[in-house]
């Protein structure tokens, strides 16, 4: 979209729609530092409307208009970018697209909407001429959009990893360091604001997901496909296999893992066996971190705070300063939504989570007979899994004795036959626990 001369050096002017933790952290911050952002365009950025839902007695909003009906900043038209932060999908869908119709450019830090709506998304803001930003998206502060999109924009990408949940990681780090129950540590989770009333998204990975497919198709040129995203959750966790996990010399994270095969690309978010010699398995907390490989520049590991309102809103003024500097330079922003130009796009297949190889820690828990070893050996042996390591514990209370095996690399439909076998036994007391395992290197 270009400007004429005059508007040049004519304020920018900003739309916010939704006011919460990021909507106001981010109203805050461009107020904060003005001076410094209009240095860095060569225009001033002033939020003149703002869409909210309810009140918000401690943002000063003097000087704004402010609306209770959301439509009417998009379709304001002294309004030039837009900001989405309500969350959600379905109104926030139906704002972006106005605003996009109404020749606006978009800032979102909205991963469920891109997710499942982006592949729309981006091809109406190319065809209209207009940007949608989305550095918030994916990590927070955490810069891994521009990273993905210009950073590495000279190399290939073989794989991308990481810990893309907060709240997952503050929980299995409670579990670890603490000795905490998942369910003990998801409460206090809550308590803390780290979690959601209705933490679903978290702790069964989905959050994760969303992120992962975005991060995906920048890497890889594929369209976004979140609904091929294999997902699985961290409430079977126990603190026993945190424990044994860590004898053995790993350490249990919830990691997204995207990755380029001849056969298509794996798209997968679950709780993963990680070595402990690696430095993201010593990410704790709340913090996120992603691991790149790439041809050229080999593995590079990104690491920051994934959330709240100063990591988030400063991605969301970054992504406004990017796109005023365009507007200021007279041109649209020249960077690709998905880092491929729209018509290279391929469609490279998500490779079905049962295709996928990988190694395995499982747990069983087992009754002390003579034969069981051997049962579970032979089992695994006539799937062609070979044991890279058997960890045989104490036995408990009520006379079971917890078996911990470590496999080499199998392919996931055999274990899951495996499992049946194994679970069908007389002398294996309830289901197996598998977890997955990455090398990441």
């Known amino acids: ?49 703002v869409g909210v839902r309810r009140e918000h007695p401690n943002l000063n909003l003097t000087g704004i208009t402010v609306s209770m009906d959301i439509f009417a900043v998009v379709d304001d038209p002294a309004v030039d970018v837009v900001v989405e932060v309500i969350g959600g999908i379905t109104a926030a869908r139906e704002l972006v697209l106005r605003a996009i119709a109404n020749g606006k450019h978009v800032v979102t830090a909205n991963k469920w909407l891109l997710a499942e709506h982006g592949n729309e998304i981006f091809s109406a803001a190319e065809a209209k001429g207009v940007y949608v930003a989305f550095e918030a998206a994916v990590a927070g502060g955490v810069p891994i959009i521009k990273v993905l999109r210009e950073g590495l924009a000279a190399n290939n990408i073989d794989w991308l990893a990481g810990i893309i949940n907060g709240t997952g990681n503050y929980i299995l780090t409670e579990m670890r360091d603490k000795g905490r129950s998942f369910a003990d540590a998801l409460d206090d989770a809550t308590a803390l604001g780290y979690a959601e009333l209705d933490p679903t998204f978290d702790v069964e990975g989905i959050d994760a997901a969303h992120k992962l497919t975005i991060m995906a198709s920048i890497a890889f040129g594929i369209p976004l496909q979140f609904s091929k995203a294999y997902t699985e959750g961290l409430s079977k966790l126990t603190r026993d296999d945190v424990v044994y996990a860590e004898e053995l010399g790993f350490r249990i994270k919830q990691l997204g893992v995207a990755r380029r095969t001849r056969e298509g690309v794996e798209l997968r978010v679950h709780p993963t066996l990680i070595p402990d010699d690696r430095l993201i398995a010593h990410v704790n907390g709340v913090k996120n971190a992603i691991l790149v490989q790439s041809d050229a520049v080999g593995t590079t590991m990104y690491y920051g705070a994934g959330a709240g309102a100063g990591p988030t809103a400063s991605a969301v003024v970054a992504d406004i300063v990017d796109v005023v500097r365009a507007l200021t330079a007279e041109s649209a922003p020249n960077v690709p939504h998905l880092a491929f130009m729209p018509g290279a796009i391929t469609n490279t297949p998500i490779l079905p989570m049962e295709d996928v190889v990988t190694s395995y820690y499982l747990r069983l828990q087992a009754y002390d007979r003579a034969g069981v070893l051997a049962d579970v050996t032979r089992i695994l042996s006539n799937h062609d899994i070979n044991i890279e390591a058997i960890l045989q514990k104490p036995m408990q209370e009520g006379g079971s004795v917890p078996v911990i095996i470590l496999t080499k690399p199998v392919v996931e439909r055999e274990m899951n036959l495996a499992m049946a076998e194994l679970e069908a036994l007389d002398h294996i007391i309830g289901s197996v626990t598998r977890i997955r395992m990455e090398p990441l290197a």
């Open 1 to 49: 979209m270009k400007a004429s001369n005059a508007a040049v050096n004519k304020p920018v002017n900003v739309g916010i729609v939704g006011l919460g933790t990021v909507g106001g952290g981010a109203l805050n911050l461009l107020r904060a530092n003005a001076a410094e952002l209009s240095r860095r365009t060569g225009r001033d950025i002033v939020v003149s409307h």
